[in-house]
């Protein structure tokens, strides 16, 4: 079974953090993992993609500086630290497995997870 479960999405003030995990199973643990979000009428968007080996990392520049994306092979689990949190990162974010990158952007690949909702308050 082909499965992506996010948690540790949660409401945060301005200035908060955040910690959301990603648990594969099957083949849905890629040699690229990464994290997309989407907020209220808007589209999806990439936030952070990681090879393999956890050497190469990648980020929107809207969250540079502040998320830190990490994996775990022996658990098969990706995570993404979430640092200085601003309102406008309110979003759901996704899980995605194996990203891959167009050009300048990152599309995603074959599966994502159930999203799990970060809201940040001002």
């Known amino acids: 079974q082909v499965q992506l479960v996010e948690s540790g999405g949660g409401l945060v003030q301005a200035g908060g953090s955040l910690r959301l995990s990603c648990s594969a199973s099957?083949?849905?643990?890629?040699?690229?993992m990464g994290w997309f979000r989407q907020a209220p009428g808007k589209e999806r968007e990439f936030v952070a993609a990681?090879?393999?080996?956890?050497?190469?990392?990648y980020y929107a520049d809207s969250v540079k500086g502040r998320f830190t994306i990490s994996r775990d092979n022996a658990k098969n689990t990706v995570y993404l630290q979430m640092n200085s949190l601003k309102p406008e990162d309110t979003a759901v974010y996704y899980c995605?497995?194996?990203?891959?990158?167009?050009?300048?952007?990152?599309?995603?690949?074959?599966?994502w997870g159930q999203g799990t909702q970060v809201t940040v308050s001002s």
């Open positions: 099957g083949l849905a643990f890629g040699d690229y």
């Open positions: 995605n497995s194996n990203p891959y990158r167009g050009g300048s952007t990152w599309n995603p690949g074959n599966y």
């Open positions: 990681i090879s393999w080996s956890g050497v190469l990392t």
